[in-house]
Nanobody, 131 residues
Framework: QVQLVESGGGSVQVGGSLKLSCVASGYLYSAYCMGWFRQAPGKQREWVAGLDSHGIASYADSVKGRFTISQDNAKGTLYLQMVSLKPEDTDTYYC??????????????????????????WGKGTQVTVS
């Protein structure tokens, strides 16, 4: 069973930094496409960053230049380094995954990773508060 567990959230001052981690288990990590999303209460969940099948990162315009997504395949862990945090970054952050091989696969390309539809595995989220 696929499990994603996020950690690293917390409360920081404006301009501060946080590093989120997402530990994946229950599946072959390299067979899945990974991304970060965030959601505020009453708002739609929005894509933040993702890695395509070549390991190339893409970012939402709102976080470009401030957030960095990375992964450690050996550890099955996805990261999101966040710097220069702003109050509008206050959200619950979710790690998500979808299969890029097999009968239910979706492409792991720059366009697909930025859409919420393909992602069918989600963590429970970690809260980030910037004030």
């Amino acid at each position: 069973q696929v499990q994603l567990v996020e950690s690293g959230g917390g409360s920081v001052q404006v301009g501060g930094s946080l590093k989120l981690s997402c530990v994946a288990s229950g599946y072959l990590y390299s067979a899945y496409c990974m991304g970060w999303f965030r959601q505020a209460p009453g708002k739609q969940r929005e894509w933040v960053a993702g890695l395509d099948s070549h390991g190339i990162a893409s970012y939402a315009d709102s976080v470009k230049g401030r957030f960095t997504i990375s992964q450690d395949n050996a550890k099955g862990t996805l990261y999101l380094q966040m710097v220069s945090l702003k109050p509008e970054d206050t959200d619950t952050y979710y790690c998500a995954a979808y299969s890029r091989i097999g009968s239910e696969a979706s492409p792991c390309d720059v366009n697909t990773i930025a859409t919420i539809g393909p992602y069918n595995y989600w963590g429970k989220g970690t809260q980030v508060t910037v004030s």
